[in-house]
């Protein structure tokens, strides 16, 4: 633009600021603070006075030309055959070239990709979406190479297929795959789908052995590398997770619909029970359990799930996750599902007072007051009183229920998850 132009950036973005500008095509000439800057007062005029003198240069000094050049910048696009070699050579140029999770990789040869792609109909040059972090173009191919790698089948590639749509269809996605906070990306499977193609749900659904842990951990596996590669991830660059997550790497699992005394996630939906759906949440970075152990006494249970709901320091959704023992023992009690939902999301509550002073709510989730399906516009009301008391969560339908396991116990876990998420049909990707 011609415009001289400063970009503030504390330390531990300096990669990412970089990184940024440099795929735009801008030429910033960033002033690096030290992190963070929540400071107040004669401390925040300290740090801002010493860096002043380093903004008004910038913003003043004449562009140089480098700086003057201008046009578009085009990712250049990796050749069709990478590397050859023994399996050694080959996972080191794919760990040099960050194109891992950091584990090895079954190789992608063209004959591996020719032989996944027969698990769908659709061309391998259909495009799909845009991937974050970098919004690169997906295709069906570019899906199936990482598919490849992950050690998936062919017949999992409608599964596959949707849960790569389902995550670039949910723009808040396009943020929390960048965040410091290290959200994961749990992926549940629904319907028939799950059954024909071997998904666990039960002993070990969500992290195991199980009966046969290859589809669970190979799909979860296949977005964490899509990720990487389809979306341009890096660790330090536009991935910034503070701590990072386990359940970031293979978070996958299929709903134990057969042995729930309640009707499936993707039904509660809207969705048949004969339909196949992938449905990509973000968060899981909390998790609490696994729950009060050895009792089937379900007011134990809700008193300790009450209690995990309300340490959730951003209070917008989450995914309680029941064995098939527990789920039938409420049932059992006369309760429904909606019924465990309401009476948690009642219970669950603070005082108004309590409520504004949440982190995430002050400004992040308060422009979200009076929307749809979010809290009341009543809540931005500051005169009501502080001792009011209200429930932490949006709706009872944002704590979301979840069969899975077996009935050796009736352990439950509390995964703090986004309100938002994605579901994407199956069937539509055979």
């Known amino acids: 633009m011609g415009i001289p132009t400063v970009g503030i950036v504390t330390d531990p973005f300096i990669k990412d600021a970089e990184t940024s500008a440099e795929g735009e095509g801008m030429h910033l000439r960033d002033v690096v603070m030290t992190h963070p800057v929540t400071q107040t007062g004669p401390a925040a005029k300290e740090k801002a006075k010493a860096a002043m003198d380093k903004i008004i240069k910038g913003l003043t000094a004449p562009l140089t030309e480098e700086e003057k050049k201008t046009g578009f910048l085009e990712r250049p696009k990796p050749p069709r055959i990478a590397v050859g070699g023994t399996l050694r050579e080959i996972q080191e140029y794919y760990r040099v070239n960050n194109w891992t999770d950091g584990l090895p990789i079954i190789p992608p040869t063209e004959e591996a990709v020719k032989e996944m792609l027969t698990g769908t109909s659709h061309s391998p040059d259909k495009v799909i979406g845009l991937m974050p972090p970098e919004n690169w173009t997906v295709t069906v191919e570019g899906v199936a190479i990482n598919a490849v790698m992950a050690g998936c089948k062919p017949e999992h590639m409608p599964v596959l297929l949707a849960m790569i749509e389902a995550f670039m269809k949910q723009k808040l996605f396009f943020s929390t795959v960048r965040s410091t906070t290290s959200f994961s990306f749990p992926v549940v499977v629904n319907g028939p789908i799950a059954k024909k193609i071997g998904m666990n749900s039960g002993l070990g659904a969500l992290g195991g052995l199980g009966a046969d842990p290859s589809p669970n951990s190979a799909i979860g596996r296949a977005l964490r590398l899509s990720i990487v590669n389809l979306g341009g991830s890096v660790i330090g660059i536009n991935d910034m997770g503070a701590i990072g997550h386990p359940a970031r790497d293979t978070f996958c699992f299929a709903e134990n619909e057969k042995e729930s005394p309640w009707k499936p996630f993707h039904v509660d939906m809207g969705y048949k029970p004969e339909e196949s759906i992938v449905t990509v949440f973000t968060g899981g970075w909390f998790a609490a359990g696994p729950g009060t152990l050895s009792t089937l006494d379900p007011k134990v249970h809700i008193k300790t799930l009450v209690k995990e709901l309300k340490a959730f320091g951003g209070p917008y959704g989450a995914m309680i996750v029941l064995t098939p023992l527990l789920a039938q023992q409420f049932a059992k009690e006369g309760f429904t599902k909606k019924d465990l939902q309401e009476l948690l999301w009642k219970e669950a509550s603070v005082t108004f007072g309590e409520w504004w002073k949440l982190e995430w709510i002050s400004g992040f989730m308060e422009p979200r007051i009076g929307q749809p399906e979010w809290w009341p516009a009543w809540y931005r ?39 938002d998420f994605a579901t994407v049909s199956v069937d539509k990707w055979r």
């Open 381 to 419: 009301d500051r005169t009501i009183s502080s001792e009011k008391i209200v429930p932490l969560f949006p709706s009872p339908e944002t704590i979301r229920i979840v069969v899975v396991g077996v009935g050796s116990n009736p352990f439950h876990q509390t995964w703090h998850l986004h309100k």
